[in-house]
């Protein structure tokens, strides 16, 4: 399914205006547009989105209290992103060359901090509150805490639950916290937010775990990314534990993806590997049961088609091919 058709008429006329804000949240600076533009025109809104409907769960919530806050989330998504690519040295994102592929580390850790600190100045400007200022720096702090961990143990094999701690830290708590921040805003109830940031949090994982498979079985064009990229930067997913649980070529797996350096064919023959295992089939076991206790988890008293929007994101989570 794909992912616009899913969101219906619920946010289909604000993911217009958010793209609008988007632009001009980096209008001020040419360098800062010229660099950012291209990067900030793709992406699948994902984060303001959830924000934004969880935000109309009791109905209408008036544009100029959310926009700015899901502008915000879109921001602090793609600093993290510019960040992200430069400790996995990734040369394509969003279909378009990385900002450390054509500026250099330096500049991009630049880039990536002043859309960090445009995220913070909209949600400043536009009095959210000390709840929201809460939440915001803690999804950031664990954000930093998952790729730290991840930066510490590359080209090692996670257990299981090292792996669902990563996965917790970089993405779940993430789209958790924006439905979390569409409940507050909206003046739900405790138990009411609970229940959004915990299908917030499941699809997080979902999410990070149907990413981590298209690594290995994407397609570079839909996908936007080059394949093999998590291996290359040595970060070891669900389909490699996987596969060396039961592949009877484990042996030769493990050796080829702790070398420090791979080659691309040590690449293509970790991936082929993978894949003639039931490492693809087990990964979607995983994500589709996390997308089932999102859906379970979902709190009564929302609006129908807030819910129903909410239901088709986690169909595109699992089944998505970018
Ligand atoms: C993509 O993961 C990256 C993240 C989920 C988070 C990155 C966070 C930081 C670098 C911390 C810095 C944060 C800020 C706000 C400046 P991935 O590498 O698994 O996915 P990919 O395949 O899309 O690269
Ligand atoms: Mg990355």
């Not at 790729?147 to 090692?156: A, K, Y």
């Not at 109830?189 to 994982?205: M, P, R, T, V």
């Not at 791979?262 to 991936?271: E, V």
Request: proline share 2%; hydrophobic share 45%.
């Amino acid at each position: 399914m794909d992912f616009v058709s899913a969101l219906k008429d619920v946010a289909i006329k604000d993911l217009q205006e958010l793209g609008e804000r988007v632009e001009q949240s980096i209008s001020e600076d040419k360098f800062i547009y010229d660099a950012c533009a291209p990067l900030l025109s793709g992406g699948k809104r994902l984060r303001p989105v959830l924000f934004l409907l969880c935000s109309r769960s009791k109905g209408i919530c008036p544009n100029e209290k959310t926009m700015p806050l899901a502008t915000a989330l879109e921001l602090i998504h793609t600093a993290s992103l510019v960040h992200d690519d430069i400790l996995d040295n990734a040369k394509k994102r969003r279909g378009v060359e990385t900002i450390n592929s054509r500026y250099g580390a330096q500049i991009s850790v630049l880039v990536g901090d002043y859309l960090f600190a445009k995220a913070f100045q909209l949600v400043a400007e536009n009095d959210y509150g000390n709840e929201v200022a809460a939440v915001l720096s803690k999804l950031v702090k664990n954000l930093c805490t998952g790729e730290i961990m991840q930066d510490r143990s590359l080209f090692t094999v996670p257990t299981m639950s090292e792996y669902y701690e990563r996965i917790n830290l970089k993405t779940a708590i993430f789209l958790s916290s924006c439905c979390r921040l569409g409940g507050i805003v909206a003046g739900l109830n405790q138990k009411e937010i609970d229940g959004l940031a915990f299908y917030g949090g499941s699809l997080g994982l979902a999410f990070q775990i149907v990413d981590d498979l298209l690594d290995f079985f994407g397609d570079e064009k839909i996908t936007g990314k080059i394949l093999g990229g998590d291996l290359k930067s040595g970060v070891v997913t669900l389909p490699v534990i996987r596969a060396l649980q039961v592949s009877e070529k484990s042996k030769i797996l493990r050796e080829i993806i702790t070398r420090k350096k791979l080659t691309d064919s040590d690449i293509s023959a970790a991936i082929e590997i993978v894949k003639n295992t039931d490492a693809m089939e087990y990964c979607k076991m995983r994500a589709d049961g996390h997308i089932d206790s999102a859906r379970i988890n979902l709190p009564f008293l929302i609006k129908t088609s807030v819910a129903l929007a909410l239901e088709q994101i986690a169909d595109f989570v699992v089944d998505r091919s970018w």
